[in-house]
């Protein structure tokens, strides 16, 4: 399967995949980064998945979502009938279920289904058992039921059934996930947690305060990055899968379900703008328990409940996606440093008092501290927002970042009365300032590089504009947008910098797809510009690139026609937000954000 052949359902604690065929391919349970279950897509299906479809197994005639919701409607016109799959995970009561209901639309259609449950990241083979006429598989310290009238047979370590649905019929399928050492858990009435789920993701989009064109795909965007929060604790993942390459057949395979605090922070700029305060407040929450402690030991990203070791671990086990290895499990980059996450979490908390978060003493407390470390760290070497595997070096958007931090603090004493060192935070805004225009551009060229001293280009530069380092029409600004137009382009995407087979820019071999979240910030940048009809061009083709559902990756390759790496990808949808407002407002100001 293609990475664009899979929707998501999910329960704001963890997702599932589902593929096109109607075959759940990837769940990691109880949380998003827990071992899957399922693990069908990094390996094959002996790794763990759930087929249902009609007898036969081809992709569905139509998918879509149920309106406004994250309830999948998969259906599949046969030479017999139509017949329809619906799946949800109901938002989390006390176990993770996934639902399934088969619908006879019309005519009858025989179905068939086949449940390969592989604990531990698809390595461990669980003892089936029917109880009561329910099957449980139990493997170590997971269990799990599958409820249903349709009974399944064991063989050759699978469960099958095959069955037929006429039209008005409903069959349900529903697998809950428990600590093996607990009874069962009571059982779910399928049609009631339809109806709850349906309700429930109403009820979230009655809030959402987006207006104006693009209004679907923003919808769905925001939903995503709804699916991606984990509800307990308010922290948030970049993407529910991990190692979906950036690399088809390479080695850029790496473990998105963590919050780190760029992709959260920008996550949140993008639902706080869209009327969700509720969701900021309980990040603010998560992070100020997470970085609790010495502003020194700071992570540039935690678990979901603020887990501080990610070690990265190879599961020599699994193939990959289409035999891209490693599967790593685990994220050393968080031991990095990366300098911009001072700026984005400083950028978001002032956001969100703008927007009406109220005052929190312990929040600036800790930002307080945050500036100390950037006081005494800006001018170090990191690796920067892109996470480079190479030597740390001087990157301009770090340091762009740093004057963030110091900018939005200023602004916070200014406009709501905070207190703090003022004149000195003004004060090293400006020498960070006068360093980035003195050491981090090019004369001769007339375009900011990536780090100081060299002559790649990178397209996080972009952001200078968008966070207010200078106008819009500075000619350094323009300088720079046109040598990014330049040089980093591939087949009308943007790339985040010049990565080849040949070069070695990020310290990895290989090289990868155009970047979708720098694709956006373009669309801005244009809107900014008044080049209004560029940017519509570009942000419409850029919305091309999702798939039927509306789901984008990390990145799309332009030589396969394809998207590429972690899916689906908070980085790709905040910006698509952000980029469809930008196409709404009016002028070279930037958004606030
Ligand atoms: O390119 C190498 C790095 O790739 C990953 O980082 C990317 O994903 C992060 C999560 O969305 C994002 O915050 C970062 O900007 C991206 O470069 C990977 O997580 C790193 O371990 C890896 O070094």
């Not at 449940?115 to 006429?133: E, H, K, Q």
């Not at 009631?192 to 009655?206: N, V």
């Not at 395979?253 to 309980?282: F, K, P, V």
């Not at 960070?432 to 790649?456: L, M, N, P, V, W």
């Amino acid at each position: 399967m293609r990475i664009e052949d899979y929707a998501l359902i999910g329960d704001m604690q963890s997702a599932a995949l589902v593929a096109r065929d109607g075959s759940i391919d990837w769940l990691c349970l109880p949380r998003f980064d827990s071992p899957a279950c399922f693990a069908a897509l990094l390996g094959s299906e002996r790794n763990g998945h759930w087929w249902l479809g009609p007898v036969g197994r081809r992709p569905a005639t139509r998918r879509r979502y149920r309106g406004e919701s994250l309830v999948l409607e998969s259906e599949w016109d046969t030479p017999t009938g139509t017949v329809r799959v619906i799946d949800f995970m109901p938002p989390r009561d006390r176990n993770p279920d996934v639902v399934r209901i088969v619908e006879g639309v019309s005519g009858s259609v025989e179905m068939s289904t086949q449940l390969r449950v592989r604990f531990d990241y698809g390595r461990i083979v669980p003892w089936v058992r029917r109880s009561d006429g329910h099957l449980q598989a139990i493997g170590g310290p997971d269990s799990v039921w599958l409820h249903s009238p349709v009974t399944l047979k064991g063989g050759d370590y699978a469960h099958r059934a095959t069955f037929t649905v006429n039209e008005g019929e409903r069959l349900p399928f529903v697998f809950t996930w428990h600590p093996s050492h607990e009874p069962m858990p009571p059982q779910l009435e399928p049609g009631e947690q339809l109806r709850d789920t349906e309700a429930f993701w109403a009820e979230w989009m009655s809030k959402c305060a987006h207006t104006g064109p693009y209004r679907e795909a923003v919808v769905r965007s925001l939903i995503t990055l709804k699916a991606l929060t984990y509800a307990p604790t308010g922290g948030m993942v970049a993407a529910p899968t991990t190692s979906l390459p950036e690399d088809l057949g390479g080695v850029r395979n790496w473990d998105y379900r963590y919050c780190w605090l760029r992709d959260a922070t920008m996550t949140l700029d993008a639902l706080i703008s869209s009327g969700y305060l509720e969701e900021a407040a309980d990040w603010r929450a998560w992070l100020l328990r997470a970085i609790a402690g010495r502003p020194q030991d700071l992570q540039i990203m935690y678990g979901v409940g603020g887990e501080r070791r990610l070690p990265e671990l190879l599961l020599d086990w699994l193939d990959g996606y289409e035999e891209s290895r490693p599967v790593r499990i685990g994220n050393e980059a968080a031991k990095q440093l990366q300098l911009d996450v001072y700026g984005e979490v400083m950028n978001c908390l002032y956001v969100a008092s703008e927007r009406g978060l109220p005052p929190d003493d312990r929040a600036w407390t800790i930002q307080r501290e945050l500036l100390d470390y950037v006081k005494d760290h800006w001018d170090e070497p990191d690796e920067g927002l892109w996470e480079v595997r190479g030597p740390r070096r001087h990157f301009v958007h770090s340091k762009v970042m740093c004057w963030v931090a110091l900018d939005r603090a200023v602004k916070h004493v200014e406009r709501f009365g905070r207190t703090g060192p003022v004149e000195k935070w003004r004060e090293l805004r400006d020498t960070i300032h006068a360093e980035i225009c003195d050491k981090g551009f090019d004369t001769e060229r007339g375009t900011f590089t990536q780090s100081y001293g060299s002559s790649e280009l990178d397209s996080a530069l972009l952001m200078i504009p968008i966070v207010g380092f200078l106008p819009i029409d500075d000619p350094r600004v323009t300088g720079t947008v046109a040598a990014v137009e330049k040089e980093l382009m591939a087949d009308g995407f943007v790339l985040r910098y010049p990565v080849a087979e040949d070069n070695d820019v990020d310290g990895l071999p290989g090289a990868e797809g155009a970047f979708l979240a720098c694709s956006f910030w373009l669309v801005e940048v244009m809107a900014m510009q008044g080049r209004r009809d560029e940017a519509k061009d570009l942000f419409e083709r850029l919305l091309g690139l999702r798939n039927d559902v509306g789901l984008l990756a990390e990145e799309y390759d332009p030589r396969f026609r394809r998207l590429v790496g972690n899916f689906p990808q908070a980085f790709s949808h905040v910006p698509l937000i952000h980029a469809a407002r930008a196409l709404t407002a009016d002028g070279a100001e930037p958004m606030p954000r």
